[in-house]
């Protein structure tokens, strides 16, 4: 079986930086688009980034030029680095993606157990 495993999450003012890491263990034979999502208090789950297999990527409106999200298939890991960060960035991100697995060749959308991000000063 195959799980999602994230860190880099916790507390930070205003302005600072964090990076996120998810790395995708067990028996994956290739991995497809990988992304990140948060959900904040009493709001929905929403997708923050994603990034192909083939290196493209999209951002959603409110995170798009601080955030950059990065993938190193060696490592079958996928990153999110989050500069100039604001309290309505505080949520729990949680890893994505597409997994094609050695028991069957086919794609599954696994999901991480969620990192908190809290911005505050």
């Known amino acids: 079986q195959v799980q999602l495993v994230e860190s880099g999450g916790g507390l930070v003012q205003p302005g600072g930086s964090l990076r996120l890491s998810c790395a995708a263990l067990?028996?994956?034979?290739?991995?497809?688009?990988m992304g990140w999502y948060r959900q904040a208090p009493g709001k929905e789950r929403e997708p923050v980034a994603r990034?192909?297999?083939?290196?493209?990527?999209n951002y959603v409106d409110s995170v798009r030029g601080r955030f950059t999200i990065s993938r190193d298939d060696a490592k079958n890991s996928v990153y999110l680095q989050m500069n100039s960060l604001k309290p309505e960035d505080t949520a729990v991100y949680f890893c994505?993606?597409?997994?094609?697995?050695?028991?069957?060749?086919?794609?599954?959308?696994?999901w991480g157990q969620g990192t908190l991000v809290t911005v505050s000063s």
């Open positions: 067990g028996g994956i034979s290739r991995i497809g688009s």
């Open positions: 994505n993606a597409n997994l094609r697995l050695v028991v069957e060749d086919r794609y599954f959308e696994v």
């Open positions: 990034i192909t297999n083939y290196g493209g990527s």
